[in-house]
């Protein structure tokens, strides 16, 4: 199995809403990423776990909550958000974390919209 | 910001032609990654090329780097209609812990039959 799952593919949200994304790897990964892409513009990194324990945080608001239940499974929350937020939320994960010439798997992301 | 610049940001061809994108980045690098982007989906990984390696290649696509110009690019040669996507330079500067990538502003590619 080579490849990352992400539930759901679309999500409508209120800025009242709570909603969480899903993302699963079953390639024995050890590092899993969130990333926010506007349209026509390059993804960004948001968050990174390494080793279950998250590495980078890049400055992301709070409303946006990253969860590492375990090492296939990575989760973002969202609470309270505001309809600039309104974006595709890809998910990433890499084998070796720590190695010089990691490379990266994306799932099909989740295209959020903000009401 | 970080990210690189990428160039051209559109460019068009006609099938079985050569394409060239531009990449140049502002940070020191453990490596430089391409990625392509079909429309609204995930990203795929092309190729990786090392800090120390000057040029690479797999299959079609052929990729050099300099790092004393902070300068990469990108060929894919015999172009193919499904070659049409976005391509996306990205910079690794690993922290031991995790792949840090940042992403260049992209060049959308179309392909015509």
């Known amino acids: 199995d080579t490849e990352v799952t992400q539930t759901p593919k679309h999500l409508v949200m209120g800025m009242t809403n709570k909603k969480s994304l899903k993302c699963e790897q079953h390639?024995?990964?050890?590092?899993m990423y969130w990333y926010k892409q506007k349209a026509k513009k390059p993804p960004e990194l948001m968050f990174v776990?390494?080793?279950?324990?998250?590495?980078i945080n890049e400055s992301v608001p709070s409303r946006f909550s990253p969860e590492c239940p375990n090492s296939s499974l990575l989760n973002l929350h969202l609470h309270a958000l505001q309809p600039e937020d309104s974006a595709l939320y890809l998910c990433?994960?890499?084998?070796?974390?720590?190695?010089?010439?990691?490379?990266?798997?994306f799932g099909p992301g989740t295209r959020l919209t903000v009401l | 910001s970080q990210q690189g610049e990428e160039d051209p940001q559109a460019l068009s061809i006609q099938e079985g032609e050569n394409a060239t994108m531009n990449c140049s980045y502002k940070?020191?690098?453990?490596?430089l990654q391409w990625y392509r982007q079909n429309s609204g989906r995930g990203l795929v990984h092309l190729i990786l090329i090392r800090s120390n390696e000057r040029e690479k290649h797999s299959g079609r696509l052929r990729v050099t780097l300099d790092t004393s110009k902070k300068s990469s690019s990108l060929l894919i040669t015999a172009s193919r209609a499904a070659d049409t996507a976005s391509y996306f330079c990205a910079t690794d500067r690993n922290t031991g812990t995790a792949s840090k990538l940042t992403f260049g502003t992209g060049t959308r590619l179309q392909v015509t039959l």
């Open positions: 940070t020191s690098i453990n490596n």
């Open positions: 776990y390494s080793y279950e324990k998250l590495s």
């Open positions: 390639m024995g990964h050890r590092a």
């Open positions: 990433a994960s890499s084998q070796e974390p720590g190695l010089g010439t990691d490379t990266q798997y």
